[in-house]
């Protein structure tokens, strides 16, 4: 089985990859997409916009249809240049903090049923299903699943630098501090070599994309059942070496209107809190007005869940004497110590990591169907 193949698909115009590209949808607040559709007729949101709010009154699969006509139109416009030839794309991220090179390529949706891709968080049904649904209205990759490898890091760092510090990028953008470089690579023989250096490699493990890879698991095997004849489904996918990463731990600020007794018993819906004498990288942690606790999540709850709800007790009052500050510290992770997470088959609770880098969406674009 081939871990990492070439393929055909669209790329963001050169001279649109400014406008066109977003950042993971969840980094936005609502009133951030509003300001983005009102100002940039050429941004990812326009494609995405029926299927975000204010569209309650058709069901998802017709909003899902919608967000296909909008990419069509895309497509027919000078936004996107489409790509013939098979290719692999070396894609860069640097900022000031961090930078890391992977290769975007298709991987097929086999090596994670047969447990050569392995993940390291649970995932939400509900949300699976929907993008599930979204892969079958929609039929196109736009977000690569971020995976990285152990074995033949150096000799794919030196292959992949090489090629870039000798040929200018094809598209080089910048967008929220951030600099995104693409190199597009057709020659066969380097396809090759690359593909046979993540290929050296027995395991991948899921970083980043825990839905949308359960998501093609989905959509692919209700196409087999469809159709015996279907043939099992790739999904674009970032390659990128272990020591690249960056981890960091998801740290989230609210301002409550409650009072700390009030935020105590709201908290022991979801969690089991035991008050720490530190604060600790090491373990999972909720500061309430600067003062630590540890906390176990209780089996019925997730990390999301918490955030929704902590999300509706926030103050919008510029003077509120029954408010806390409370600051959501879940533990700061190792590679290894996610690597056995995913080894022993004991997935950490949904978005209780934060790992950079973070790629663009509607970059590059891969036709599933």
């Not at 373990?283 to 540890?294: K, M, R, S, V």
Request: charged share 25%; hydrophobic share 35%; proline share 5%.
């Amino acid at each position: 089985m081939t871990l990492l193949k070439a393929f055909k698909g669209w790329v963001s115009a050169a001279e649109s990859s400014e406008k066109v590209p977003i950042k993971h949808i969840d980094t936005y607040s609502k009133e951030d997409i509003e300001s983005v559709l009102t100002s940039n007729e050429q941004s990812f949101f326009k494609v995405l916009e029926p299927s975000l709010f204010g569209c309650d009154q058709i069901d998802l699969q017709e909003r899902f249809a919608l967000v296909r006509e909008r990419l069509l139109e895309q497509l027919s416009t000078a936004t996107y240049q489409r790509f013939n030839t098979n290719s692999l794309w070396i894609y860069r991220v640097s900022s000031t903090h961090h930078s890391a090179t992977g290769v975007v390529g298709v991987t097929p949706i086999e090596a994670y049923i047969e447990r050569r891709i392995k993940r390291h968080e649970e995932t939400q049904r509900s949300r699976r299903n929907n993008l599930s649904l979204y892969l079958e209205e929609v039929g196109i990759h736009a977000d690569p699943v971020v995976l990285s490898f152990e074995n033949q890091q150096q000799k794919f760092q030196s292959l992949v630098e090489g090629y870039a510090g000798e040929t200018k990028p094809t598209i080089a953008l910048n967008i929220h501090r951030e600099r995104h470089e693409l190199w597009q690579l057709s020659d066969p023989l380097i396809v090759d070599q690359i593909s046979t250096l993540i290929n050296a490699n027995h395991t991948l493990y899921l970083i980043d994309g825990h839905h949308r890879i359960e998501s093609v698991l989905h959509y692919s095997q209700r196409q087999q059942t469809a159709s015996t004849d279907s043939p099992p489904a790739h999904f674009l996918s970032f390659l990128i070496p272990e020591n690249e990463l960056n981890i960091k731990a998801p740290v989230d600020t609210y301002i409550l209107n409650l009072s700390n007794e009030e935020c105590i018993l709201f908290l022991q819906h979801h969690l089991s809190l035991t008050k720490a004498a530190e604060v600790d990288e090491s373990t999972d942690q909720i500061l309430l007005a600067e003062i630590p606790y540890n906390f176990r999540l209780k089996p019925s709850s997730s990390l999301p869940d918490l955030k929704v709800d902590l999300k509706a007790h926030v103050s919008h009052k510029k003077t509120d004497d029954n408010k806390t500050t409370l600051t959501l510290k879940p533990k700061k992770y190792t590679v290894k110590e996610l690597k056995r997470a995913a080894d022993f088959n004991e997935p950490l609770t949904p978005k209780s990591t934060y790992i950079e880098p973070k790629l663009l969406t509607g970059l590059i674009l891969y036709p599933i169907t």
